[in-house]
């Protein structure tokens, strides 16, 4: 049970973070009483709007908690070389997404979709990759969450007091689109940064005495040796994660490879704060015979119970009833739990939604109800909020609540496999095959890449459906590098093979694009609700995501 202070912080920072969303709306109302532009609605939807919102230390803050809903938990169930292959893998992918982003920028592409369709013009690729970002979302939610409440983590799913304040940052998240999501994030990461400081001083006594963090030993199977790693980071930037939507919201190219860089560095900071935290907690719990799952209740003397239950360690067993009376939570332990392990998870909720909102709005919704029920900027903009209200309250129904209700089976944590392959997450290396393939070569076509993502994407099913996802094995853990090497050699060897024949369209090669560069008065894009092409400006005050 929280105390009133506790109480009082949440409606605070809900308060605050209210009175932005809503001045700013009405203030973006008033501007244009006669109605606003659809595409000036669409940058400040998609894009973030006014230039101090889109500073690159919010986009590095917004990029830096893309990667893990709650990093300390991660440090828990994995050694110390499963930690720094994690942060190589995830700067590395993010660096290599960075060029990729770079060149998407140079073409003038709003997203990765419509890169592809202008690519292969394919509709079967533009599904595949359209539904591969869709489930993946899932996947995301489902293995942080599966591992969170399988080993009693992630507590804060439990509380109700987490699941308003995560639902009340969603539906304020609805009146701006990203404008409103990118202040979102500055807030919740100046509270983790503040809980953290207060973590890192408790654990500090015990962080150096426990050498868990300081153990090479790789695990049995030694796939933190392999690709697996990074290969589902990697997709998950490109193809599930909105990388590159907070890229192209930047002024220009070089304050978006800037923003890029200042996520880097908080991400790198961050995994090594929290991992010596990790390190000195689980010490701490060590040297006082707790669970694991205690090392932080420890500190203020109580033990976890149940959901919402928690027990003070020195007293006997008590009926049920007598446990919120006697273990209230003080501010200072509710507040750590909730800035560590809530704070980044909010975060990456608001933004993944968003990109369930943006895509649902650009390629799902059939062009005839779009046209019926968008007129003018403040009707997309009314469009847009009710699609991210949708989509926040889905996320919470179906992905965050359901895993406390019926708490999965305790499982005992050595070295914990967190990517676990699901059904959900086998169209992942066969779209990052033909996404990397694009650009890198010129002669790849549809039918290449449609035969082998089909063909891997079978594989991978049948594989998982014979599999028991309780039951870690090696060919789990090698799974994405198994995957994904035959399907890139693959993809070269047919390409090789079946050459695409010379009376196709030149939009199935990629020598077109280059001839798109060298002639910018033929670069033009068509709008979502225009008939009429719009002629972009050309690269020397080309503002990416902004309006023509």
């Known amino acids: 049970m929280l105390d009133l202070t506790a109480i009082l912080f949440l409606v605070s920072i809900s308060i605050v973070y209210a009175v932005y969303a809503i001045t700013w709306l009405c203030w973006y109302i008033w501007k244009d009483k006669s109605g606003i ?11 973030g709007g006014p230039k101090y919102i889109r500073n690159v230390m919010f986009l590095g803050i917004a990029i830096s908690q893309l990667f893990s809903p709650c990093l300390l938990n991660e440090h828990f169930l994995s050694s110390g070389l499963s930690t ?7 700067i ?9 982003f770079n060149h998407l920028a140079t073409l003038r592409f709003r997203n990765v979709e419509e890169y592809l369709l202008k690519r292969f013009d394919s509709r079967v690729l533009f599904i595949l990759h359209l539904f591969n970002r869709m489930v993946g979302i899932y996947y995301l939610w489902h293995i942080y969450l599966y591992s969170y409440e399988t080993f009693h983590l992630f507590n804060l799913t439990s509380s109700l007091e987490f699941m308003f304040v995560m639902i009340a940052f969603g539906s304020l998240s609805a009146l701006g689109g990203m404008n409103v999501i990118l202040v979102g994030c500055a ?6 940064t503040v809980g953290q400081s207060f973590l890192f001083s408790k654990a500090y006594p015990n962080m150096f005495s426990n050498t868990s963090i300081f153990t090479f030993r790789p695990d049995p199977c030694y796939s933190q040796y392999g690709l697996n790693y990074f290969l589902i980071i990697l997709c998950q930037i490109l193809s599930v994660q909105p990388a590159y939507a907070l890229f192209q919201a930047a002024n220009n190219t070089r304050q978006a490879n800037i923003a890029m860089l200042v996520g880097i560095l908080l991400l790198t900071t961050k995994t090594v704060l929290y991992a010596c935290s990790a390190n000195g907690l689980l010490d701490y719990a060590n040297k006082h015979e707790l669970h694991f799952r205690d090392s932080i209740h420890g500190q203020y003397n109580l033990s976890f119970e149940q959901p919402q239950l928690f027990r003070l360690r020195q007293h006997k067993p008590q009926k049920a009833e007598h446990v ?7 501010f200072p332990h509710f507040f750590t739990i909730f800035s560590v392990f809530g704070c980044n998870t909010i975060a990456y909720y608001l933004l993944q939604t968003q990109t369930l909102a943006m895509h649902t709005y650009l390629h799902i919704l059939p062009n005839w109800l779009r046209s019926g029920l968008i007129s003018d900027g403040r009707e997309l903009h009314l469009t847009f909020s009710c699609l991210y209200l949708f989509c926040a309250y889905l996320t919470v129904v179906f992905f965050v609540y359901p895993h406390h209700i019926i708490p999965p089976k305790l499982l005992h944590a050595v070295d914990y496999h967190l990517f676990k392959p699901f059904l959900s997450s086998m169209m992942s290396m066969p779209v990052i095959s033909f996404v990397l393939l694009g650009p890198l070569c010129s002669d790849f076509w549809s039918i290449p890449a449609i035969i082998v993502s089909l063909s891997t994407f079978i594989s991978g099913a049948i594989f998982v459906s014979q599999n028991n996802p309780e039951v870690d094995s090696c060919v789990d853990r090698w799974l994405p590098t198994f995957l994904f090497v035959p399907a890139f050699l693959a993809s070269l060897l ?9 009376f196709l369209p030149n939009s199935l090669l990629f020598r077109h694009h280059m001839s798109l560069r060298r002639r910018p008065e033929k670069t033009r894009s068509l709008s979502i609700l225009a008939d009429g092409p719009i002629i972009r400006p050309t ?3 080309f503002r990416i995501g902004g309006p023509s």
């Open 539 to 541: 690269r020397s005050n």
């Open 187 to 192: 807030i919740l990461w100046f509270l983790e």
């Open 494 to 502: 047919l390409s090789w093979i079946l050459r695409a024949p010379r």
């Open 92 to 100: 590395a992918a993010l660096g290599i997404s960075v060029i990729f």
């Open 84 to 90: 720094i292959m994690m942060l190589v893998s995830r």
């Open 324 to 330: 919120h009376t006697v273990a209230n939570i003080s």
């Open 37 to 47: 532009v659809i595409v000036d609605t669409e940058y400040v939807l998609f894009s």
